[in-house]
């Protein structure tokens, strides 16, 4: 069973940053794409950015496009979201998910297998 954790979240201002970090318990075809998700508070969940481990390539949600960037240490299976220019909107529980991906680029779609537990963002001053 892949497991996933996340940590890194916390409390920071506006316009400030936080490093976000998933650690999964491995690397194989069902965790070759890993997406990062967040949910408010009364709000649908959203897609926010999503690595092909294999490739490198990216895809990001309009609304941080710009502001975050997501990158893989396959070495120790690790993916990273670097969030700049933090806004109160960005508060969320974020999450980190994995999906088996042979073909193609990497989606922000809801069919990911495998789901961390989440870690809290905070924007606020």
């Known amino acids: 069973q892949l497991q996933l954790v996340e940590s890194g979240g916390g409390l920071v201002q506006p316009g400030g940053s936080l490093r976000l970090s998933c650690a999964t318990s491995?690397?194989?075809?069902?965790?070759?794409?890993i997406g990062w998700f967040r949910q408010a508070p009364g709000k649908e969940r959203e897609g926010v950015s999503c690595?092909?481990?294999?490739?490198?390539?990216?895809n990001y949600a309009a609304s941080v496009r710009g502001r975050f960037t997501i990158s893989r240490d396959n070495a120790k299976n690790t993916v990273d979201l670097q969030m700049n220019s933090l806004k109160p909107d960005d508060t969320a529980v974020y999450y980190c998910a994995a999906q088996r991906l042979i073909f193609g680029d990497c989606s922000l779609g809801p069919d990911y297998e495998y789901w961390g537990q989440g870690t809290q963002v905070t924007v606020s001053s």
């Open positions: 491995g690397f194989t075809l069902d965790s070759n794409a």
């Open positions: 690595i092909k481990r294999t490739t490198g390539r990216t």
